[in-house]
C-alpha cells in the first residue's frame, strides 16, 4: 500500500498485532482520527496464532462457575518473578481482565470456552477461529468502519521530537518502493511486539544460548519499538526474558513455521513420555510437559534431552485417547519410517518393542 496523502492524526498506531489493532480501534471509538501501521505484507503479527486470554472474573467464567482470586494470581506472579513483576501492572491487568472479554465480545469475538493449562487456573478465554479470527474478523472490519486508516507493508522508522521534547509524530517508509514520509501525531502508540526475531537483540538482551531456540512466530519481531524508543530516550529496562515454548524437534530439512504443526513433533514434544538428558538420567517430572513454558524451562536446564517414544505408546495414545494433544498416527509414521533425519535414533529393542529416541531441543 502507499503513503497516506494525509499527514496529520490525533493518533498513530504502529503494529496490527492484537496490541495495536485494539489500540487504534479503542481511540477511533473515542472519536479520533487513527492512522494504523503494518511494517509486513500480512496484518496481525503473532496474535494471529494466539489461541486464547487470560483473565479473572469475566462473564464466561462466571457462567461455568470458575472462580479464581486476582489477588491470589497477583501473589503468585510477585513470588514467581521473585518481586520482578511489577505489581501495579499487574493489579490493572488483572482488574481489567473480565473488562476486555466483554469488550471483545462487543466488537464480535466469539469464545469457545475457558480451560487451564495443566495444573493451573482456568484462566485461558479460548476464542473460536484463533487470534487471526479476533483480529481479521472482529476488530479489523470494526476499526475500519470507524475511519482507521490501515496500511500494510509501510514501516515506522523514526519518532519525531518538537522541540519541548515531547513526540510529535514519525517517519514512515512505503516498503514497496523505498519512499519515506513524516506524519504529525497527537500521540504514538507502539505496539511493534517483542525481539525474538532479532539475533543481536537476543543476544545481547537475554541469556539465552539462541542456537538451542527455535524462535517460532511471525518471524516480524525485531524489536522495532524498543529500538525507536530508546533512541529518543526511553529508559532501558524488563528485558531479557523470552517465554521458552516446550520441546521441538530442530529438522534441518524443514522451516521452523512447519515444526508446531508437525506429527512427530506433538507426539515426542508435547506428550509425557520418557525424557533422558546425554548421560541417560531422568531429570523432570515429565508431566510438566502440560504446561508448556514449565516443560521449556525444564528441558533447558540439560545440555541434550532425548524423548523416548515406542509404538506402544501411540497405541495406547490412540487407543485410550490419552494423548493430550491429537496425535495421528499416519503422521507419525511417515517420519517414523525415514531413520536418517539427524535428530532420531533408532534404539535395539528393549522388552520386544521397537523404539525411537527422538532429541528434543530447546
Ligand atoms: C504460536 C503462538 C501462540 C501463542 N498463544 C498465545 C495465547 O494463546 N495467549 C496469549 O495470551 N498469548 C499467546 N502468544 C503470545 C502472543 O502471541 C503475543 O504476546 C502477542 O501476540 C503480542 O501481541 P502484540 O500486538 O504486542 O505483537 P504482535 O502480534 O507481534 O504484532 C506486532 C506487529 O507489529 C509489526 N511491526 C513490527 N515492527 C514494526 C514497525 N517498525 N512498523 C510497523 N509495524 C511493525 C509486526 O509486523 C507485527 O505485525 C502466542 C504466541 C505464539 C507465537
Known amino acids: 500500500m502507499s503513503i497516506s496523502q494525509k499527514n496529520q492524526y490525533d493518533v498513530v498506531v504502529a503494529g496490527t498485532g492484537a496490541a495495536g489493532t485494539s489500540a487504534a480501534l479503542e481511540a477511533a471509538q473515542h472519536g479520533a482520527s ?43 506472579e510477585v513470588d514467581y518473578s521473585k518481586y ?100 504529525k ?25 539462541t542456537s538451542r531456540l527455535i524462535p517460532v512466530s511471525s518471524g516480524k519481531g525485531t ?4 529500538r525507536l524508543a530508546w533512541k529518543i530516550g526511553a529508559k ?15 529438522d534441518p530439512d524443514e522451516p521452523s513455521f512447519k515444526y508446531m504443526a508437525s506429527q512427530m513433533e506433538t507426539a515426542a514434544g508435547q506428550q509425557p ?22 516443560a521449556g524451562n525444564a528441558l533447558y536446564t540439560q545440555n541434550k534431552v532425548f524423548s523416548i ?3 506402544a505408546s501411540l497405541i495406547r495414545w490412540l487407543r485410550t485417547a490419552t494423548s493430550w494433544a491429537w496425535v495421528s498416527m499416519s503422521g507419525v509414521a511417515k517420519r517414523w519410517s525415514s531413520s536418517r533425519r539427524s535428530w532420531m535414533m533408532l534404539l535395539q529393542p528393549i522388552n520386544r518393542l521397537s523404539s525411537r529416541l527422538i532429541q528434543l531441543m530447546i
Open 84 to 183: 520482578r513483576a511489577d505489581s501495579r501492572i499487574w493489579r490493572k491487568y488483572l482488574d481489567d481482565s473480565a473488562n476486555t472479554v466483554q469488550w471483545l465480545k462487543d466488537q464480535g469475538v466469539k469464545y469457545e470456552g475457558v480451560q487451564a493449562m495443566g495444573a493451573g487456573e482456568a484462566t485461558w478465554h479460548i476464542y473460536e477461529g484463533m487470534g487471526q479470527g479476533v483480529l481479521h474478523d472482529a476488530l479489523q472490519p470494526q476499526a475500519k468502519k470507524l475511519g482507521v486508516e490501515l496500511l500494510s507493508s509501510t514501516t515506522v522508522t523514526e519518532l519525531l521530537k518538537n522541540d519541548d521534547g515531547a513526540i510529535s509524530g514519525l517517519t514512515i517508509k512505503d516498503e514497496a518502493t523505498g519512499n519515506t514520509a513524516d506524519v
Open 34 to 76: 487513527v492512522l494504523l501501521l503494518e511494517k509486513g505484507r500480512h496484518t496481525g503479527g503473532s496474535s494471529n496464532y494466539t489461541e486464547g486470554l487470560f483473565a479473572v472474573d469475566s462473564y464466561l467464567q462466571k457462567e461455568q462457575g470458575i472462580k479464581v482470586s486476582a489477588t491470589d494470581v497477583l501473589r503468585e
Open 223 to 226: 524489536g522495532d519499538g524498543l
Open 309 to 311: 517414544l515406542i509404538r
Open 185 to 209: 501525531a497527537g500521540a504514538v502508540v507502539l505496539a511493534t511486539g517483542g525481539y525474538l526475531n532479532n539475533p543481536e537483540m537476543m543476544k545481547s538482551l537475554t541469556h539465552y544460548d
Open 236 to 250: 532501558k529496562y524488563g528485558t531479557g526474558m523470552a517465554m521458552l515454548f516446550g520441546g521441538y524437534l530442530k
Open 273 to 294: 513420555l520418557l525424557w533422558l538428558n546425554e548421560h541417560g538420567e531422568r531429570f523432570v517430572d515429565e508431566a510438566v510437559v502440560y504446561n508448556f513454558s514449565y
